[in-house]
């Protein structure tokens, strides 16, 4: 209990707390301002020195002390789990009319008066710069889908901040996804990507290096000098959630955007929901918001007109989503040749390391790889009876591969090994369940093991992320002599990339075999 008590003491000296005539101020986060505000209720202490607090605490009886403990754990418990009911005043602040914790309307008060302290007493944008240079940055906050489609998307959007004249922050990376903000299973960059080798790329096109967080706070530490609220076709990217705290705000902006004739509105709500995100990011405070702007992405064909009409040569500049090029999606008009491809992309080292040990330890050469897609065919509606048809191909395919490397490096067909990885594992698309539920996934994953049975899988590497996982199996597959692919997608394009470059200097090179193709406006039953 004692040392309890010096902990909640400790936690207040370092957030900075000041207790004065029963009003907090802090530089540091919400959170610890909530947890001390609720002890000092529970004890009736209104008192500016935390020596004093922590005399009267040490002198209660010990049962006292305890349940104080417990019911500051109470709290503190239903601060996590029902966080839109804690108001940001206190009982001076709500006009000595008590206190308003459990009113709806209350709770509206509060939240007004709390936009009001949040950026009470803020520099300008001109002020507090922290000595960064003069480079224009670009932060994107979050990025839509898995990461086929996420490193094609992320390469238009190199393209887009070239052409914008801007430097990108690097994002992280987990579970297959690229975010903008760290969190508890967030990985850096580099966890995927050869960020030396990326950023050596970038140069060597006229590209700008991409920025580390610490880069962006120096830059950046003065706060986003506009944050743009990304409008798109498909509304399932544009992160509006109906349960979201300023939802009917943030839907006015969008209705406001796409109804004006430049598809661009003010949107003074995206200064509230920006304003404790950063802290995540390493800010020691949650910086000041110069302008909000929401933006029809369609109405945008050339990222300089977006540039000047939207960001205007500011600074600091912050999105919410970035979906990439395509239908219901942006429509920049970008120099296709200048756009670096996925592939270009090297993986980090140790990823690389581990499936190169895998091939060394298990497969050997030859040996032909294979990719089962089934969720790109699912979504359109393919039935379980044809892809299991098409998982019978498959295997026809791959007897004929193996008998081919056979004559080809003079060993018995019977030897040539076969790699398998499909979507259909537990690790695997993360959107697999709205298209194929859990019994049919299993049904067809034992089916394909049935049709393949002397195929070498690779288990968990113990990396902790699927992405990574996914990222090994990738090259262990683009890496074989020949492979078969069975239904399309952009992380399976990307192992066709891969392996057309690594089979680029062979001495007998062999095409590679599609089953099964997927097209948006045609699915095929045949074999290119």
């Given at each position: 209990?004692?040392?309890?008590?010096?902990?909640?003491?400790?936690?207040?000296?370092?957030?900075?707390?000041?207790?004065?005539?029963?009003?907090?101020?802090?530089?540091?986060?919400?959170?610890?301002?909530?947890?001390?505000?609720?002890?000092?209720?529970?004890?009736?202490?209104?008192?500016?020195?935390?020596?004093?607090?922590?005399?009267?605490?040490?002198?209660?009886?010990?049962?006292?002390?305890?349940?104080?403990?417990?019911?500051?754990?109470?709290?503190?418990?239903?601060?996590?789990?029902?966080?839109?009911?804690?108001?940001?005043?206190?009982?001076?602040?709500?006009?000595?009319?008590?206190?308003?914790?459990?009113?709806?309307?209350?709770?509206?008060?509060?939240?007004?008066?709390?936009?009001?302290?949040?950026?009470?007493?803020?520099?300008?944008?001109?002020?507090?710069?922290?000595?960064?240079?003069?480079?224009?940055?670009?932060?994107?906050?979050?990025?839509?889908?898995?990461?086929?489609?996420?490193?094609?998307?992320?390469?238009?959007?190199?393209?887009?901040?070239?052409?914008?004249?801007?430097?990108?922050?690097?994002?992280?990376?987990?579970?297959?996804?690229?975010?903008?903000?760290?969190?508890?299973?967030?990985?850096?960059?580099?966890?995927?990507?050869?960020?030396?080798h990326v950023n050596q790329l970038l140069e060597s096109r006229g590209f700008s290096?991409?920025?580390?967080?610490?880069?962006?706070?120096?830059?950046?530490?003065?706060?986003?000098?506009?944050?743009?609220?990304?409008?798109?076709?498909?509304?399932?990217?544009?992160?509006?959630?109906?349960?979201?705290?300023?939802?009917?705000?943030?839907?006015?902006?969008?209705?406001?955007?796409?109804?004006?004739?430049?598809?661009?509105?003010?949107?003074?709500?995206?200064?509230?929901?920006?304003?404790?995100?950063?802290?995540?990011?390493?800010?020691?405070?949650?910086?000041?918001?110069?302008?909000?702007?929401a933006i029809d992405m369609a109405r945008f064909h050339d990222p300089q007109v977006?540039?000047?009409?939207?960001?205007?040569?500011?600074?600091?500049?912050?999105?919410?989503?970035?979906?990439?090029?395509?239908?219901?999606?942006?429509?920049?008009?970008?120099?296709?040749?200048?756009?670096?491809?996925?592939?270009?992309?090297?993986?980090?080292?140790?990823?690389?390391?581990?499936?190169?040990?895998?091939?060394?330890?298990?497969?050997?050469?030859?040996?032909?790889?294979?990719?089962?897609?089934?969720?790109?065919?699912?979504?359109?509606?393919?039935?379980?009876?044809?892809?299991?048809?098409?998982?019978?191909?498959?295997?026809?395919?791959?007897?004929?591969?193996?008998?081919?490397?056979?004559?080809?490096?003079?060993v018995d067909w019977q030897s040539v090994k076969v790699f398998f990885a499909t979507?259909?594992?537990?690790?695997?698309?993360?959107?697999?369940?709205?298209?194929?539920?859990?019994?049919?996934?299993?049904?067809?994953?034992?089916?394909?093991?049935?049709?393949?049975?002397?195929?070498?899988?690779?288990?968990?590497?113990?990396?902790?992320?699927?992405?990574?996982?996914?990222?090994?199996?990738?090259?262990?597959?683009?890496?074989?002599?020949?492979?078969?692919?069975?239904?399309?997608?952009?992380?399976?394009?990307?192992?066709?990339?891969?392996?057309?470059?690594?089979?680029?200097?062979?001495?007998?090179?062999?095409?590679?075999?599609?089953?099964?193709?997927?097209?948006?406006?045609?699915?095929?039953?045949?074999?290119?």
């Amino acid at each position: 209990d004692q040392v309890t008590v010096f902990m909640v003491l400790g936690m207040r000296a370092r957030a900075g707390l000041d207790v004065r005539c029963g009003r907090v101020y802090t530089t540091d986060t919400s959170m610890l301002i909530v947890f001390y505000r609720l002890l000092q209720r529970i004890i009736r202490l209104s008192v500016g020195k935390s020596a004093v607090s922590m005399r009267i605490l040490m002198r209660m009886p010990g049962s006292l002390k305890r349940l104080l403990q417990l019911s500051a754990t109470v709290l503190l418990v239903l601060f996590f789990t029902h966080p839109q009911v804690w108001p940001f005043s206190n009982d001076h602040e709500a006009g000595g009319k008590g206190d308003t914790l459990w009113s709806a309307n209350g709770h509206k008060r509060n939240r007004a008066r709390g936009r009001r302290a949040l950026l009470r007493d803020r520099p300008s944008l001109t002020q507090n710069r922290s000595g960064g240079d003069s480079r224009k940055i670009l932060w994107v906050d979050h990025f839509s889908e898995q990461m086929g489609r996420a490193a094609v998307n992320y390469a238009d959007l190199m393209m887009v901040a070239k052409m914008m004249n801007r430097s990108l922050v690097e994002p992280y990376v987990h579970r297959s996804r690229m975010t903008g903000r760290p969190n508890f299973d967030t990985k850096p960059f580099s966890f995927y990507y050869d960020t030396d080798h990326v950023n050596q790329l970038l140069e060597s096109r006229g590209f700008s290096k991409l920025l580390t967080a610490k880069e962006l706070r120096s830059n950046c530490a003065h706060g986003w000098d506009v944050v743009a609220l990304t409008l798109y076709a498909d509304a399932g990217f544009n992160m509006l959630k109906k349960d979201g705290e300023y939802y009917d705000d943030l839907k006015d902006c969008e209705r406001r955007a796409l109804s004006s004739e430049d598809g661009i509105a003010d949107c003074p709500a995206l200064k509230y929901v920006s304003r404790f995100m950063p802290i995540k990011m390493g800010f020691d405070r949650a910086p000041y918001v110069g302008r909000g702007v929401a933006i029809d992405m369609a109405r945008f064909h050339d990222p300089q007109v977006l540039e000047k009409s939207v960001f205007k040569n500011d600074q600091c500049a912050q999105i919410f989503v970035w979906a990439g090029q395509g239908e219901k999606r942006a429509h920049f008009q970008l120099p296709e040749k200048a756009i670096i491809a996925p592939h270009e992309l090297r993986h980090s080292e140790k990823l690389l390391s581990i499936a190169r040990k895998f091939i060394q330890k298990n497969l050997g050469h030859p040996y032909v790889g294979v990719h089962v897609r089934a969720e790109k065919n699912r979504k359109f509606g393919v039935s379980i009876n044809d892809l299991k048809e098409c998982i019978s191909t498959v295997a026809i395919e791959i007897n004929k591969k193996r008998h081919t490397l056979g004559e080809v490096f003079g060993v018995d067909w019977q030897s040539v090994k076969v790699f398998f990885a499909t979507d259909m594992y537990s690790h695997g698309s993360d959107t697999m369940k709205k298209h194929l539920d859990e019994e049919s996934k299993l049904d067809l994953l034992l089916f394909a093991r049935k049709e393949l049975p002397d195929a070498v899988e690779i288990s968990d590497q113990g990396l902790g992320d699927n992405g990574a996982q996914a990222i090994v199996e990738m090259h262990v597959t683009a890496e074989a002599d020949t492979i078969v692919v069975m239904g399309g997608g952009n992380f399976q394009e990307w192992i066709v990339s891969l392996h057309e470059q690594t089979q680029s200097n062979a001495a007998h090179p062999l095409s590679t075999t599609r089953v099964c193709a997927h097209k948006r406006n045609e699915w095929k039953r045949t074999i290119d």
